[in-house]
């Protein structure tokens, strides 16, 4: 026997943006259409057989309480249909019939009814229901005297006592200390054993994994994967990689050239916005806003396309258009044709397209993330010109795109004086090969006594470079410079990590190669020659110096914690992080 | 309504908690249920009985024209009371309706209840006013049971339609402040009907409140039958009303879990 039967359940949210829209909708009785359909679930159909206990699984927004509170009765699905057999007792969110200045046992009782029991019910199972949370005389006390843990336990003594046929359990373990976690899943075994219907949903997949006998996973709003908890956490895992990697690429990727101290602000566009003249649809918004990039908040111009902002702005000599562009991560499945980025300048009453680019980012993984460009504007200068910033798109479904311009802004170039010493140079050099990627925030400690001047990592003719292929072999060099004479032996070395973990890690020690009789003001250059066998993906090269005298007893001179970035790109031949070159032989017996 | 009779013992606990809750924390508590409607009785009896010179027809006393305000007026601050509260029910009880599966239905029903406290409080502050200023009351105040339902009737169908198009208009439990004190005025409370010009008296024929107090007045001050041409169409009105906003309310109700 079924205890839940659900036919092809959907429920839309109309999103207004704003009540007045609502009014507007109301008023015209479903003539004029001011709202955009959100399906928080579409399509969901399953029966759970009586004596289940359900896990569902997904990621935040996929559904998962949009479900229970239908299945709870607090909402109404837009489509389908559900059955319930027996009675439900459903802990949405603990404690939220409460009242604070009541008792323990006022709100016992209150709870009680609320679920649906009697006062005699409530008579018997009151010891019970005291017992079990543990407060003791505390249940006499106003609730605002107790603690948060406490108002928990309470809740959901009151709950598992109902003594319901299902039991609907929202995030609700993941509270209360580890002996009442303890009790509530010996609780939980209990009424498993007496044959009652659990639903249980929480991103907490170890109870998924060890109480439940099926899960679903949801994303979307659709049911994506349905059946053991095992094969289900999996998948779950999965789709959280898969999120955290768009996140990753969607938001630390910076593409492009990015304008050093060598250039001043002179406009900055995204703070002028207010100013410029804005041509889009009503419905389309065109709003600033701060993301972060790196944990750097920076400002950007957010613009759903199709949409015009036209600036007008005198062009001084020596001046620069800079500025980013990109689509938000959560974007990029909605609009699998793309955004066209484009920049118009008007002047003298010629139109000219200063930039055009399209970002797939959907097809083309190239394309995600912040793409940095600067633009000279020498043809323009000493002209007030307008300049028009667009985006169009070729997908049907636009107001998904969300697409933004990145920290917009008019630089002039300032003549700056380079220091002639050779350190300085080096060090210009690197932060000019480094500058590729943002650099996140720079952990470096080490006494200095010994300082590393650069570490880049380039190809085999000595370029730097920030992107290769799987295998393909590189040089990492590491260039240091000594304040003191040393007698010790002194260590170089690397490791290489991905976000994970450290993938691989070589120092002059292990290769019993270390550098000898270093003298103040040497500059010692060091190549750690290496094949990449690397999967797809970014890595990061930290570079050390340091005196080691065994394998624990390390001073640090200094270490630049993942301070060369770069990308590998792997042609689909391999999954994971390394590549173990397998050679498959094969033949039939 | 078969689900709300089987809540019945949750209702009570609503109200009782409802009424506690109120007093609860409040130095003088309960008191100041009586002592605001004496000190707005008293300013009003005032104005209008001692600087206006307000009196009702067929006397030239002032404490005929203050117990007749007072019959009019008690029900009448019980009934605003009840209507602006319950058509917050539902908005101020979200935590309850997005969270706990139970028929939302009983929030208008226990506010308006847990309000009509405030009517029984009126109705003592006037029966002893009365008993001072004018002895014992006649047999017609048997009536006041009829009047008291009719009343409730009449105050859950408001509650019913108000509280639930709260929800979908935020702006209806603000725009009540005022519309209660045009219909406070418009109804013939702290003055008498005659005082009316006569082609405006068709506004009066069209209140539903002045039916009711009508109602009260006869059974408190008057000491007579309500006329049938005043009982018979409340009555109808009340019912019919109540059954259109009952379906109104399961009509709309099905929005209530997403737009709170």
Not at chain 1, 468 to 487: A, D, P
């Amino acid at each position: 026997m079924n205890a839940i039967e659900v036919h092809n359940l959907g429920k839309k949210f109309k999103l207004f943006t704003s009540p007045g829209r609502r009014f507007i909708e109301y008023l015209s009785a479903g003539r004029v259409n001011r709202h955009t359909d959100f399906w928080a679930l579409k399509d969901i159909s399953f029966d759970i057989p009586s004596g289940t206990t359900l896990g569902i699984l997904g990621q935040n927004g996929s559904g998962k309480s949009t479900l229970l509170s239908i299945l709870a009765g607090v909402l109404y699905p837009s489509e389908g249909s559900f059955n319930i057999k027996g009675k439900v007792s459903a802990i949405l969110e603990l404690g939220s019939g409460f009242h604070m200045e009541f008792s323990g046992k006022d709100n016992v009782y209150m709870y009680g009814s609320i679920m649906g029991l009697t006062k005699l019910e409530i008579d018997n199972r009151f010891d019970k229901i005291v017992q079990f949370s543990e407060l003791g005389d505390f249940i006499y006390q106003p609730l605002r005297t107790y603690s948060s843990g406490m108002i928990v336990r309470l809740a959901f003594s009151v709950a598992v006592h109902v003594n319901a046929d299902i039991l609907i359990v929202d995030e609700a373990l993941a509270v209360g200390d580890a002996i009442f976690q303890h009790r509530c899943f010996r609780k939980i075994r209990e009424m498993q054993a007496e044959g009652k219907t659990i639903l249980y949903v929480g991103h907490d997949t170890d109870a998924v994994r060890n109480l439940c006998t099926q899960a679903l996973l949801l994303d979307g709003g659709r049911i994506i994967e349905r059946g053991d908890p095992n094969y289900v956490v999996n998948k779950y895992y999965a789709l959280i990689a898969d999120r955290e990697s768009a996140y990753n690429e969607g938001n630390l990727i910076v593409h492009g050239e990015i304008p050093d101290e060598g250039y001043e602000t002179v406009y900055n566009f995204v703070e002028f916005l207010n100013t410029a003249k804005i041509i889009s649809p009503p419905t389309i918004p065109v709003r600033e806003q701060t993301i972060e990039v790196n944990s750097i908040p920076r400002k950007v111009i957010f613009s759903h396309a199709p949409s015009e902002i036209m600036y007008s702005v005198s062009i001084e000599p020596f001046s620069f258009l800079s500025f980013a562009i990109g689509i938000m991560p959560g974007a990029w499945d909605k609009i699998p044709q793309g955004v066209k980025f484009d920049i118009e300048i008007l002047c003298d009453g010629r139109k000219v397209n200063i930039f055009s680019r399209v970002l797939q980012p959907k097809r083309n993984i190239g394309d995600r993330g912040w793409h940095n460009f600067i633009i000279p504007l020498e043809r323009f200068s000493k002209k007030v010109v307008s300049i028009v910033f667009s985006t169009s798109g070729s997908g049907d479904d636009l107001s998904y795109g969300w697409s933004a311009w990145g920290w917009v802004t008019l630089k002039r170039e300032i003549p700056q004086p380079r220091v002639d010493e050779a350190g300085e140079t080096l060090k210009n050099k690197a932060d000019e090969i480094n500058s590729v990627f943002v650099p996140g925030k720079l952990i470096r400690y080490g006494n200095k006594k010994i300082e590393i001047i650069t570490a880049v990592i380039c190809d085999l003719e000595g370029n730097p470079k920030s992107g290769f292929f799987t295998n393909e072999t590189v040089i990492i060099r590491i260039t240091i410079k000594s304040k003191e004479n040393f007698n010790q032996d002194v260590t170089v070395g690397c490791s290489i990590r991905n976000k994970y973990s450290v993938i691989y890690g070589m120092n002059t020690y292990w290769q019993k190669n270390d550098l000898k009789n270093i003298r103040i003001g040497d500059i010692v250059t060091i190549d750690f020659l290496c094949c990449m066998r690397l999967g797809d993906g970014f890595y990061s090269v930290t570079p050390a110096v340091a005196i080691v005298t065994s394998n624990t007893d390390i001073e640090v001179l200094d270490r630049l914690e993942d301070h060369v970035l770069f990308k590998i790109t792997n042609s689909n031949t391999m999954e994971g992080f390394v590549d173990l070159d397998a050679k498959i032989t094969w033949n039939i017996a | 309504m078969t689900s709300v009779f089987e809540y019945r013992g949750l209702i009570w606990n609503f109200i009782k908690r409802d009424i506690s809750s109120k007093y609860v924390g409040s130095l003088l508590g309960l008191y100041w249920s009586v002592i605001n409607p004496i000190i707005t009785l008293i300013i009003y009896i005032i104005v209008f009985g001692v600087f206006l010179k307000v009196r009702i027809p067929g006397s030239t006393s002032i404490w005929d024209f203050a117990l007749y305000f007072a019959a009019g007026f008690l029900p009448w601050l019980a009934f605003q009371d009840s209507v602006m509260r319950g058509s917050r029910s539902i908005i101020d009880n979200k935590n309850y309706i997005k969270k706990i599966p139970f028929p939302s239905e009983i929030f208008p029903i226990f506010i308006t209840l847990s309000e009509f406290v405030n009517l029984f409080i009126g109705l003592g502050i006037y029966l002893i006013l009365f008993l001072i200023l004018k002895g014992m009351p006649t047999i017609y105040i048997l009536i006041l049971p009829l009047a008291i339902i009719l009343q409730l009737v009449f105050t859950l169908s408001l509650a019913f339609f108000l509280s639930s198009g709260a929800v979908y208009f935020r702006d209806i439990p603000t725009m009540l402040g005022p519309l209660f004190m045009i219909w406070f005025w418009a109804t013939p409370i702290a003055y008498t009907i005659d005082l009316i010009p006569v082609n405006f008296q068709w506004i009066v024929q069209l209140n539903p409140a002045y039916y009711m107090i009508e109602i009260y007045r006869d059974a408190l001050f008057y000491g007579k039958l309500p006329e049938i041409n005043i009982l018979v169409p409340f009555l109808i009105f009340s019912v019919v009303l109540f059954v259109i906003s009952i379906w109104f309310f399961r009509k709309t109700k099905t929005g209530f879990g997403e737009l709170l």
